[in-house]
Nanobody, 120 residues
Framework: QVQLVESGGGLVQAGGSLTLSCAASGSIFRINAMDWYRQTPGKQRELVASITRGGNTNYADSVKGRFTISRDNTKNTLYLQMRSLKPEDTAVYYC??????????????WGQGTQVTVSS
């Protein structure tokens, strides 16, 4: 079994900062690309940022220059540093990992989500 667990969400004022973490555990052989998504009620889940195993990153235009995705492969942990937060960043944030398990099967695994609320 593979599990991803997010943490670090909460309530912050506009202009503030938060750092999300996503810890992967279980029968992991290798973690490939990892992503952060977010979702608000009534809307589709949107891709916020991606990072390859080697550290190449991509960002949604709405967060470029404000959010930084990073990972620690030794700890199987993904991070999202969020700065200059805006009310429109309010959402449930999910991490996703493309993971090769010890069974030698590769699947996408999702965390349970963490709420980020930005007050104006």
């Amino acid at each position: 079994q593979v599990q991803l667990v997010e943490s670090g969400g909460g309530l912050v004022q506009a202009g503030g900062s938060l750092t999300l973490s996503c810890a992967a555990s279980g029968s992991i052989f290798r973690i490939n690309a990892m992503d952060w998504y977010r979702q608000t009620p009534g809307k589709q889940r949107e891709l916020v940022a991606s990072i390859t195993r080697g550290g190449n990153t991509n960002y949604a235009d709405s967060v470029k220059g404000r959010f930084t995705i990073s990972r620690d492969n030794t700890k199987n942990t993904l991070y999202l540093q969020m700065r200059s937060l805006k009310p429109e960043d309010t959402a449930v944030y999910y991490c996703k990992g493309n993971i090769l398990a010890v069974t030698l099967l590769t699947n996408d695994y999702w965390g349970q989500g963490t709420q980020v609320t930005v007050s104006s």
